[in-house]
């Protein structure tokens, strides 16, 4: 297999006011992250807001520069590719399908507009590629010369993807496309997005905090915690047997429709680090119910487990 | 129809055109505010056909005669005619053409310079928007009368004069409200899919956030107007602004104000159609902004 | 019924818009006892907030309430005056909402939010009502608990909000809690701990608990009664293990199929879906709501669909098995 994408050592800071008098801090959303993407495959990223997820997509979708660290795109650095050539290779889907939209464009010139920034084609053939594409998402062509407002959130969602094939690009960046639509909605444009990944060979990164639609689509999964991943793995390994105990907890959390079950205990604790003043060490120590002496003055390594990588002292056979 | 079809909900949706006119005209304020502002603009347009005598011709024989429905008044002079004995009428109508003159290059003078200014901020963020947050401060620090005033005095008052000092002074408003607006427009998602796309700012700017922009700018702008016709009244009243023979509305309520005691029309007629111009713009204004409103969308 | 603490009876919501009436709710009827939790499940725009607002006569100026029957402990609500029904909300029945922070007052310190309804409600001086306040927030789980009295809204994080909001909920202990969707804008770890928390309190306290959520997830863990709504009507109604075991409604069925079951629906597998969308409300509705979106629907739905029943389980449609 080959790696289409590939992260190393990327880190994104912002400057966060405190107030007015004190000292400007920095706040690392994103901390070192290595991650390679391999073609086709759907990489899933979970972890609670505030873990960099977001701000992780941005970067791969060049809308971010790093801070430190390097993206390559097949081989070659994403600083040294021009915005309108990774556009056609890295697309992304936004969370919310009633912001994604310019309220002022009509469907069909949502869809287009990738075309006509990239002076592809005559307008009549950008409209017709338009209505195929829409085709292929399942939208009715009567919906082309409408604007945003007047489609449900589950059809805006479905332009949103229309918007982002309609270059043939090879990598998607799902932001959380599916946490703004009812459950109803949602099993349709996962369908859709695993359709047409079968159907064009396409490769996701799919972020989201519900693990259950991760664990359904995703391949592969990294788990994210302030700014950092903690654990990696083929999807079935990591829903089966996580190594990491925030993973475990993650996993303990989900709430399936399933009577009689209860609410699970996650023994996490309430407190979620202040991310400006992240803690020392392991940063997930003070919520960790394994935590030991080692957890609060190292930080561990993402070391290779045999079927997977994690990020705790607790696979690592030196401690 | 029988009830035997399994759809609900099959009633047709109105058409966009059918919806878009019904907003339209569902506005009360905007059809009376933009028939009362297109009336005026036509007047203006053809006042030369309209007139009923030469603006500035003089007639000292006939000197301040009542309009028509005066005792007095005749057909002759439907509206009078003023101290010098000018028809009333015809300098009414040629006046209007000055004050939509003034407020539509005042307008488009400072808007450019505010939008500009206003979607740089907003769009960049960091030191652009310091720059222009400093310089909407310095200028707002400068009141628009006296420096109006002082540049006239200096200069010479003359039409293009006075359009050129309102326009370069007008433009605070156009700035701090872009700026907002951008702000907002910035941070959606659908700004940042268009950059994933690869576009340019400029079309970014342009394409994207400009039109999502424009109900607020067409507010500004309205308002801007009303306000730049008002400041030009009041500095023709001065006697620095438009200067005579020209029919300015401003010049005619300052050339009339010694008479207001004996030939009240003289004031009440330019006074009215001024107040009525500026109601036009705003109502129109208002209208604009309820039907280009998101929530309408 | 006796043992219920809320009883509704044919309630009803309308609200007037420029195309017509909207019917919100539609005739709908439940009943909640002390210590047991009704979750009300439906998508966005199936009534579900709206009921909870018409419950608590919080209604939007736009919206007209109509009930045959709206008993709170044996008493009529819809004969209270605005007067009589301030005194039972925030004391008797009280209501959280989904996003703590716009709940809460940015300009007020929690213990001023806290403190507030008690002391107006008990009549409690000062220190009465300081000491139930932290009394309450050690009970939801907030360490340090007099000294977060003193900080406001902003300074906590978004789980601490909405415990404080549960805590707020509690200080006049309710006999009634409708909570609107109180886990959504949590991260799922911390949903976990606010469900648990809830229940707990439920259990401990003899609560009513009204939860109002699209999270089927959240209906199957908590739930002792469910109530389905979809299109303003409640559609299915039953025990928990009823609803998610043997779903009799379509809709039901739709829905609990939509969602990826670990370990039992296959990875990449294709999900239920339900076609469609959500018919408007605007006007005069006839027959069956869902029929647009259903794959069993015949002729006969295009009129009123027929209740059925099999002990506490109650549905509305002309399946009667399947």
């Known amino acids: 297999m080959t790696a289409l994408m590939q992260a190393e050592g990327v880190t994104r800071s912002f400057n966060v006011n405190a107030g007015m008098f004190r000292?400007?801090?920095t706040l690392h959303a994103v901390n070192g992250v290595d991650l390679a993407l391999e073609k086709g495959e759907v990489l899933g990223i979970v972890g609670e807001s505030g873990c960099g997820k977001s701000t992780l997509a941005r970067i791969l979708l060049g809308l971010l520069p790093p801070s430190t660290g390097t993206i390559r795109f097949g081989g070659e650095d994403l600083h040294l590719l021009k915005r309108r050539d990774l556009a056609r290779q890295v697309q992304p889907v936004f969370q919310d399908p009633y912001s994604s939209l310019n309220p002022r464009r009509t469907i069909a010139s949502i869809v287009a507009f990738p075309l006509e920034v990239h002076k592809i084609g005559s307008p009549a053939g950008r409209r017709r590629k338009a209505l195929e594409i829409m085709d292929l998402v399942g939208l009715p062509a009567r919906f082309a010369d409408r604007y945003p407002g007047e489609l449900s959130g589950g059809q805006r969602q479905r332009v949103a993807i229309a918007r982002a094939l309609v270059m043939k690009p090879d990598v998607i960046v799902c932001d959380e496309p599916t946490s703004a639509l009812d459950v109803s909605v949602q099993s349709q444009i996962l369908n859709l997005l695993l359709d047409l990944r079968n159907e064009l060979g396409l490769t996701y990164v799919f972020i989201s905090h519900n693990l259950g639609v991760v664990e359904h689509i995703a391949t592969r999964v990294a788990v994210m915690y302030l700014g950092r991943v903690v654990e990696l793995a083929e999807t079935q390994t990591l829903f089966a047997n996580p190594r990491h105990p925030y993973t475990r907890a993650l996993l303990d959390s989900i709430l399936t429709p399933e009577p009689g079950l209860g609410v699970p205990e996650t023994g996490l604790g309430l407190a979620f680090p202040d991310p400006l003043n992240p803690p020392s060490g392991c940063a997930f120590h003070p919520r960790c119910p394994l935590a030991f002496e080692a957890c609060r003055s190292v930080a561990p390594k993402l070391l290779d487990t045999g079927k997977g990588r994690a990020a705790c002292h607790l696979v690592d056979p030196s401690f | 129809m029988t009830d035997t079809s399994l759809s609900l909900d099959l009633a047709m949706e109105p058409t966009a055109g059918a919806r878009m006119r019904k907003r339209l005209f569902g506005q009360k304020s905007l059809v009376l505010g933009s028939g009362l502002l297109l009336l005026i603009m036509l007047v203006a347009l053809f006042a030369p056909l309209l007139a009923t005598h030469d603006p500035y011709a003089q007639d000292l024989a006939h000197r301040t005669v009542p309009?028509?429905?005066?005792?007095k008044g005749s057909l002759e002079h439907i509206l009078g005619t003023d101290n010098l004995g000018r028809d009333y009428f015809s300098r009414l109508l040629y006046g209007a053409r000055i004050s939509l003159l003034i407020g539509l290059s005042v307008m488009v003078i400072s808007g450019i310079i505010g939008t500009t200014l206003g979607l740089l901020a907003g769009y960049f963020g960091g030191k652009a928007d310091l720059l222009v947050t400093f310089l909407v401060t310095t200028r707002l620090a400068m009141p628009v009368m006296l420096v109006a005033l002082a540049v006239v005095a200096m200069v010479g008052g003359s039409l293009p004069v006075i359009v050129l000092v309102l326009g370069f002074l007008k433009w605070d408003r156009f700035a701090v409200v872009m700026r907002s607006a951008t702000q907002q427009?910035?941070?959606?998602?659908?700004?940042?899919?268009?950059e994933a796309v690869g576009a340019s700012t400029p079309r970014i700017i342009l394409g994207?956030?400009?039109?999502?922009?424009?109900?607020?700018?067409?507010v500004v702008a309205t308002l801007e107007a009303a306000s730049a016709i008002l400041l030009e009244a009041s500095l023709s009243f001065l006697g620095l602004g438009v200067q005579p023979p020209l029919p300015s509305w401003g010049l005619m309520i300052s050339e009339a104000k010694n008479y207001m005691f004996f030939s009240f029309w003289l004031i009440a007629i330019p006074g009215t159609m001024l107040a009525l111009l500026v109601l036009a713009i705003n109502l129109a204004g208002d209208g604009l902004r309820d039907i280009f409103a998101p929530e309408g969308r | 019924m006796s043992g219920a603490l809320l009883q509704v009876e044919g309630l009803s919501v309308d609200i007037k818009t420029g195309a017509g009436t909207l019917h919100a709710v539609r005739d709908i009827s439940f009943s909640v006892k002390r210590g047991e939790t009704l979750c009300i499940v439906g998508e966005s725009g199936c009534g579900k907030s709206m009921t909870s607002l018409a419950i608590m006569d919080l209604l939007p100026p736009a919206a007209k309430r109509s009930a045959r029957q709206l008993l709170f402990a044996g008493e009529d609500l819809t004969r209270?005056?605005?007067?009589?029904?301030?005194?039972?909300r925030g004391n008797r029945m009280a209501m959280i909402f989904q996003e703590p922070m716009t709940a809460l007052n940015p300009a007020y310190t929690i213990g001023d939010q806290l403190m507030e309804g008690y002391r107006r409600h008990k009549h409690?001086?000062?220190?009465?009502?300081?000491e139930r306040a932290v009394f309450l927030l050690n009970k939801v789980g907030i360490a340090a608990a007099g000294d977060r009295l003193g900080q406001y809204p902003h300074q906590l994080s978004g789980g601490l909000r909405q415990r404080v909001m549960i805590a707020m909920a509690l200080m006049c202990g309710p006999e009634l809690v409708i909570a609107d969707e109180p886990t959504t804008?949590?991260?799922?770890?911390?949903?976990a701990q606010i469900l648990r928390l809830l229940a707990e309190l439920r259990e401990e306290l003899g609560i009513a608990l009204i939860l109002i959520t699209h999270d089927l997830g959240v209906v199957a863990r908590i739930a002792d009664q469910v109530a389905v709504m979809y299109a303003g009507e409640i559609i299915e109604q039953g025990g928990a293990a009823d609803i998610f075991r043997d779903p009799r409604h379509p809709y039901t069925r739709g829905l609990i199929d939509c969602i990826p079951l670990p370990g039992k629906t296959r990875p990449g597998e294709k999900l239920g879906i339900i076609p469609g969308v959500v018919p408007s409300l605007v006007g005069e509705i006839k027959g069956c709501t869902f029929r647009d979106r259903c794959s069993h629907a015949e002729m006969r739905c295009s009129a009123a669909a027929p209740a059925r029943q099999v002990q506490n389980h109650s549905w509305r449609c002309i399946l009667e098995d399947a």
């Not at chain 2, 309009?67 to 005792?71: K, L, Q, R, S």
């Not at chain 2, 994207?208 to 700018?217: A, G, K, R, T």
């Not at chain 3, 409690?124 to 300081?130: D, L, W």
């Open chain 1, 23 to 25: 000292r400007k801090r």
């Open chain 3, 80 to 88: 209270k005056t605005a007067g009589q029904l301030n005194t039972l």
């Open chain 3, 185 to 191: 804008a949590l991260d799922v770890t911390i949903q």
């Open chain 2, 208 to 218: 994207e956030i400009l039109p999502n922009v424009l109900p607020q700018l067409i």
């Open chain 3, 124 to 130: 409690a001086s000062v220190a009465e009502a300081r």
């Open chain 2, 67 to 71: 309009p028509f429905w005066y005792a």
């Open chain 2, 185 to 194: 427009a910035r941070a959606l998602d659908y700004v940042a899919a268009a």
